[in-house]
């Protein structure tokens, strides 16, 4: 069935590539960027909104455009995130605050926007993209992988706050996925990383966006607060 989907931070990495299997699959897609529109979208029948999540402004301002063009969103990915990594003593107050306010709070803020459209309908779907890191934890990555835990809580009341109403709510937790937010890390590091992840090899943007299609279709009716790994088998907790 054909949804209007709103996927936030989609104009790169694991966000561009669900937004492209969503358009695969016949729907509306809305993606949010914060500089440049990414090229080419049309060809995909994506649309692109200047958008970003940290200013509430820009959210209100992003769901009246989407609504006006598409749709009520029936299906939110909360997808923007950001690192700031650096071993807790040495990350300041600031760089904390500003991953939590990204990661998080501004999930939050566009699910409670998404949410009132989804209970006008008596239907939706709202995926957060957590992290392994937010699983397990990882040394130098203590805001991120707080931000990350959190959404699992964040997800799960929802998921019961919103039951009722036929929206479910639920969590994917990638591990390692090729994109910009590895290129931190050295060639050599990300070879010692694989060699801990049982599939051996890192994981594809698109590998993602397939299954955040699956959580967001008909059938996963009967999921909801459940959080998903996607990590080649890296976590099996
Ligand atoms: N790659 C991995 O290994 C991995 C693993 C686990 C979880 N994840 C999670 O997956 C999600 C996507 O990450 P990625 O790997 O695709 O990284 P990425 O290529 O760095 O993309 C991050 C996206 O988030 C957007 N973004 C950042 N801050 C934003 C803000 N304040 N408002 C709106 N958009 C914002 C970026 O927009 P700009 O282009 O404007 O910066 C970009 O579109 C993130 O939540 C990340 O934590 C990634």
Redesign the pocket.
């Known amino acids: 069935m054909e949804r209007v989907v709103l996927i ?10 669900t937004a492209k299997v969503f358009a695969a699959k016949g729907n509306k897609v809305a993606i ?4 440049t529109p990414p090229d080419g979208m049309e060809d995909f029948g994506i649309h692109s909104y200047s ?4 200013d509430e402004e ?1 959210i209100d301002k992003t769901f009246k455009e989407v609504e006006e063009t598409l749709g009520t969103v029936e299906i939110l990915i909360a ?5 700031r990594d650096s071993l807790a003593a040495r990350t300041s107050n600031a760089d904390f605050s500003e991953v939590l ?3 998080l709070t ?1 999930a939050f803020r566009t699910a409670k926007k998404a949410l009132r459209g989804m209970m006008k309908n008596r239907w939706g779907r709202v995926i957060f ?5 937010g699983r397990i934890g990882q040394i130098g990555q203590s805001s ?1 992988a707080a931000s ?1 835990a959190a959404l699992v809580g964040l997800s799960r009341s929802l998921a019961k706050e919103y039951a009722s109403r036929d929206i479910t709510v639920n969590v994917v ?10 290129e931190k890390l050295s060639e050599n590091q990300i070879n010692e990383y694989i060699k801990s992840i049982p599939l051996g090899r ?2 594809k ?1 698109e590998e ?1 966006g397939e299954i955040i299609a699956f959580l967001s279709s008909e059938h996963a009716s009967y999921i909801t607060g459940s959080v998903i790994p996607v990590d080649g088998g890296l976590y099996m907790g």
């Open positions: 936030t931070g989609g104009n790169r990495g694991i966000g561009l590539a949010t960027y914060r500089d958008c970003d999540v940290t820009h997808n923007a995130g950001i690192t306010d990204t990661n501004g993209v957590s992290s392994l890191s991120y990350k937790a990638p591990g390692a996925i090729k994109t910009d937010m590895l890192l994981g943007p993602i």
